[in-house]
């Protein structure tokens, strides 16, 4: 039984940073994960994604300011959140797929086998 359990959301004030973490539990094998973010009577829409040899994928509204990464050996996956805007307000979901690419689809939420819980990010201005 594959599970994820994200940490590391918080409220914090527009030009900071947040660190979100997922930790992947029943993998045999690294798998492409990804974080995906929702705001109140939005979509769920595709923020970053990782392969499993750390090939990143970034929307273009997180460009330069996010940063997804990886250790596989203790199957974690981290996004760290810069220079944070209160658009970027909205829960996070830790997402996982059954394969190690994550192709030119990361960003379709039918493409992810496995969901977290998701955690609150809150930025003010």
């Known amino acids: 039984q594959v599970q994820l359990a994200e940490s590391g959301g918080g409220s914090v004030g527009a030009g900071g940073s947040l660190r979100l973490s997922c930790a992947a539990s029943?993998?045999?094998?690294?798998?492409?994960m990804g974080w995906f973010r929702q705001a109140p009577g939005k979509e769920r829409e595709g923020v970053a994604s990782?392969?499993?040899?750390?090939?990143?994928f970034y929307a273009d509204s997180v460009k330069g300011r996010f940063t997804i990464s990886r250790d596989n050996a203790k199957n974690t996956v981290h996004l760290l959140m810069n220079s944070l805007k209160p658009e970027d307000t909205a829960m996070y979901y830790c997402?996982?797929?059954?394969?190690?690419?994550?192709?030119?689809?990361?960003?379709?939420?039918?493409?992810?086998?496995?969901w977290g819980q998701g955690t609150q990010v809150t930025v003010s201005s």
């Open positions: 990782i392969n499993s040899l750390a090939g990143t």
């Open positions: 997402a996982a797929k059954n394969r190690a690419v994550c192709g030119l689809n990361w960003g379709r939420v039918d493409g992810y086998d496995y």
């Open positions: 029943g993998y045999s094998y690294s798998s492409c």
